[in-house]
């Protein structure tokens, strides 16, 4: 099954102020593309209700086929705290906006929204300066369908942009995916714990996408190995693959996204931890039930050492370990009939 393509795109002539140029000096202040209220159908839904609620999306910058975790953050504190700010930004990082100077004010960003055979979105940016051929064209269809009195935001549909020959170029799935270090370092500032939402929050695409974006951090961490086993990916292509990012304390009894409340694990041994055939020592030993340890599988995993990631930040935390021993380890004898 191909990828297909969102029947509009938008479309965005950046400003000086949101490319963080102040007194006409760019690098003043932080780079990010504003997103029009009148687009917001175009991403993932999120919060009213949690405070600068956001999202990891995937998305391919202009110059190259790499998938880039980029940060989409709903700035709502008028409404669900206190302050003054109510609108969406997408933050440009190190890896989508080389050198800090990649995208230019008055240039012309046309982003593409793909959803693959297994229903993950992808985004793809174009960017088009003054100097392009086709500028003038895009600029002529913002003003007319602008969604703001400054016309610099359009959602444009993909048949009025068929003169792009770059749009029939796309193709998703190629390129490999990369996590700026702004990424990994704001993963840290992610709750281990999470407190209940409304149920507007519980939408199903912006679900999908952080449970994506947990374990593409979770295999960064564990450097695409099983914390038990340490082996490699078995089988990985495209979006399937054997190995999983396991929450210690579950997602949904109130477990974080914090990197702490994760483990790589080989499918079989995710399942099997989830179902209480294992739990974890505070020393980081696996545990096996002793009801379990008739599996030969399992009981050969018994007293063996995790393999810890590299980053003693995202070290299994232990209070997680301890729920899950009190909550989870013996589980499959309750569910037993």
């Given at each position: 099954?191909?990828?297909?393509?969102?029947?509009?795109?938008?479309?965005?002539?950046?400003?000086?102020?949101?490319?963080?140029?102040?007194?006409?000096?760019?690098?003043?202040?932080?780079?990010?593309?504003?997103?029009?209220?009148?687009?917001?159908?175009?991403?993932?839904?999120?919060?009213?209700?949690?405070?600068?609620?956001?999202?990891?999306?995937?998305?391919?910058?202009?110059?190259?086929?790499?998938?880039?975790?980029?940060?989409?953050?709903?700035?709502?504190?008028?409404?669900?705290?206190?302050?003054?700010?109510?609108?969406?930004?997408?933050?440009?990082?190190?890896?989508?906006?080389?050198d800090r100077d990649y995208f230019?004010?008055?240039?012309?960003?046309?982003?593409?929204?793909?959803?693959?055979?297994?229903?993950?979105?992808?985004?793809?940016?174009?960017?088009?300066?003054?100097?392009?051929?086709?500028?003038?064209?895009?600029?002529?269809?913002?003003?007319?369908?602008?969604?703001?009195?400054?016309?610099?935001?359009?959602?444009?549909?993909?048949?009025?942009?068929?003169?792009?020959?770059?749009?029939?170029?796309?193709?998703?799935?190629?390129?490999?995916?990369?996590?700026?270090?702004?990424?990994?370092?704001?993963?840290?500032?992610?709750?281990?714990?999470?407190?209940?939402?409304?149920?507007?929050?519980?939408?199903?695409?912006?679900?999908?996408?952080?449970?994506?974006?947990?374990?593409?951090?979770?295999?960064?961490?564990?450097?695409?190995?099983?914390?038990?086993?340490?082996?490699?990916?078995?089988?990985d292509y495209r979006f399937f693959?054997?190995?999983?990012?396991?929450?210690?304390?579950?997602?949904?009894?109130?477990?974080?996204?914090?990197?702490?409340?994760?483990?790589?694990?080989?499918?079989?041994?995710?399942?099997?931890?989830?179902?209480?055939?294992?739990?974890?020592?505070?020393?980081?030993?696996?545990?096996?039930?002793?009801?379990?340890?008739?599996?030969?599988?399992?009981?050969?995993?018994?007293?063996?050492?995790?393999?810890?990631?590299?980053?003693?930040?995202?070290?299994?935390?232990?209070?997680?370990?301890?729920?899950?021993?009190?909550?989870?380890?013996?589980?499959?004898?309750?569910?037993?009939?």
């Amino acid at each position: 099954m191909e990828n297909t393509f969102e029947s509009v795109a938008y479309l965005r002539k950046l400003n000086a102020q949101e490319l963080g140029y102040r007194n006409g000096k760019p690098g003043g202040a932080g780079r990010y593309f504003l997103v029009s209220k009148g687009a917001v159908s175009f991403f993932p839904p999120l919060s009213e209700i949690i405070v600068n609620d956001k999202v990891i999306l995937d998305i391919i910058p202009p110059f190259s086929d790499k998938v880039v975790l980029t940060k989409y953050v709903y700035h709502n504190d008028s409404i669900a705290g206190e302050g003054t700010r109510n609108e969406y930004r997408l933050y440009l990082n190190t890896e989508n906006d080389t050198d800090r100077d990649y995208f230019k004010p008055d240039d012309i960003v046309v982003i593409v929204k793909i959803l693959d055979a297994e229903n993950n979105f992808t985004y793809k940016m174009l960017r088009y300066s003054s100097t392009d051929d086709e500028y003038a064209k895009l600029d002529g269809l913002i003003s007319a369908a602008a969604l703001n009195t400054q016309k610099s935001h359009a959602l444009i549909t993909l048949k009025e942009l068929a003169f792009l020959d770059a749009i029939r170029k796309i193709h998703v799935g190629v390129g490999k995916k990369v996590i700026p270090k702004e990424i990994i370092e704001e993963a840290f500032d992610q709750p281990i714990e999470h407190a209940p939402v409304g149920e507007e929050d519980k939408n199903d695409t912006t679900r999908v996408i952080r449970s994506r974006s947990f374990r593409d951090l979770i295999m960064y961490f564990y450097e695409d190995r099983c914390a038990i086993t340490g082996k490699e990916l078995v089988i990985d292509y495209r979006f399937f693959s054997n190995l999983e990012a396991a929450h210690i304390l579950a997602r949904a009894s109130g477990g974080g996204s914090h990197p702490s409340n994760g483990m790589a694990l080989e499918r079989n041994l995710h399942w099997a931890f989830d179902k209480g055939f294992f739990t974890i020592t505070a020393e980081y030993k696996v545990e096996v039930h002793p009801d379990a340890m008739r599996i030969p599988y399992l009981k050969s995993k018994h007293g063996q050492s995790l393999l810890l990631p590299q980053d003693g930040r995202s070290k299994p935390n232990k209070e997680s370990i301890q729920w899950h021993r009190d909550n989870v380890f013996g589980l499959f004898l309750r569910a037993e009939i």
